[in-house]
């Protein structure tokens, strides 16, 4: 099985000019779960919540991996607002 890094951004700025670190924590939360439910099956995931994540923030060996699951997590983010 793949595994996957997934770096999620901590600052509060990137998820609304009104949010907390608050808002923040329950924001990757939820996203975790959303990408847990999505990919567990298919791929091994770490996640590792940064300032500033780098690159694209999906990091594998497989280049079509980091596509996928950073095209769903573009497409999905705002769900777990």
């Known amino acids: 099985m793949k595994s996957a890094l997934i770096q999620l951004p901590t600052e ?3 998820w609304g000019s009104s949010a907390t670190a608050r808002d923040v924590s329950r924001i990757l ?7 847990e439910s999505r990919f567990e099956e298919f ?12 690159g694209c923030g999906v990091h594998c060996d497989c280049d079509e991996t980091v596509e996928t699951i950073h095209r769903w997590i573009e497409e999905n983010w705002e769900a777990a607002l």
């Open 43 to 54: 791929v091994e995931l770490r996640f590792d919540r940064v300032q500033n994540p780098r």
């Open 12 to 14: 509060p700025s990137y």
């Open 29 to 35: 939360d939820n996203l975790e779960e959303m990408i």
